[in-house]
């Protein structure tokens, strides 16, 4: 089944406000994983957080980790036209070898 | 580093041809996977292979086949393509932990198939 459902799906914004994105789950994790896919390429790791740490900061990103509720959040800062892309959340399950990941959140940014 | 190298980038079969996707890490990753990604499904698992000598079945398994040839490669084999296996494939690779500690994946540029 598929784990980690992102919310919104779609997102258009202005250059230099913020975007947030949010990822529900709904098995035990080992931790939590932020992609982003520019059109056309490959996923690129952004940012992982684990299921004993409540938020994580890279650069002009946050994540965030409830895992009482299951859920998480990517907060993308001061966006910048460049930040256009799918992001995905992928989650990484006690039991196995494999990350699962959600069907993803397409950002714009208009500059 | 090359990192991860899919080939071809772009096929195109007609229904029951088969072939093959090529997939190699040069990063000594213990871990690689077949995924696909088909528009508003995200990307689903269809194989992985947990370290050289291992697969495992995905969620999605039916109508493909795996080799893990070695540590570094990692091939997706379609014996009778069908148009329902039109997608964009996407092979991945990791370090890997051990079980449940699945870290950064590392991704190919992927290739699109179409199947007629």
């Known amino acids: 089944s598929q784990q980690g459902e992102e919310d919104p799906q779609a997102l258009s914004i202005q250059e230099g406000e913020n975007a947030t994105m949010n990822c529900s789950y709904k098995?035990?994790?080992?931790?939590l994983q932020w992609y982003r896919q520019n059109s056309g390429r490959g996923l690129v790791h952004l940012i992982l957080?684990?299921?004993?740490?409540r938020e994580k900061h890279s650069g002009r990103l946050r994540v965030t980790l409830d895992t009482s509720k299951k859920s998480s959040s990517l907060l993308i800062t001061a966006s910048r036209a460049a930040d256009t892309a799918s992001y995905f959340c992928?989650?990484?399950?006690?039991?196995?070898?494999?990350?699962?990941f959600g069907k993803g959140n397409q950002v714009v940014v208009i500059p | 580093n090359a990192g991860v190298t899919q080939t071809p980038k772009f096929q195109v079969l007609k229904t029951g041809q088969s072939m093959t996707l090529q997939c190699a890490q040069d990063?000594?990753?213990?871990?690689m996977y077949w995924y696909r990604q088909d528009p508003g499904m995200g990307l689903r698992l269809i194989y992985y292979?947990?370290?050289?000598?291992?697969?495992d079945k995905g969620e999605v398994p039916n109508g493909y086949n795996v080799s893990r040839l070695n540590k570094r490669e990692f091939s997706l084999r379609l014996e009778s393509a069908a148009p329902s296996q039109t997608s964009v494939y996407f092979c991945?690779?990791?370090?890997?932990?051990?079980?449940?500690?699945?870290?950064?994946?590392?991704f190919g540029s992927g290739t699109q198939l179409s199947v007629l």
């Open positions: 991945a690779s990791t370090a890997g932990q051990g079980i449940g500690k699945t870290e950064k994946l590392f």
């Open positions: 098995t035990s994790i080992n931790n």
């Open positions: 957080i684990r299921s004993n740490e």
């Open positions: 992928a989650t990484a399950n006690y039991g196995n070898n494999r990350l699962a």
């Open positions: 990063m000594n990753h213990n871990s």
């Open positions: 292979s947990a370290s050289e000598g291992t697969t």
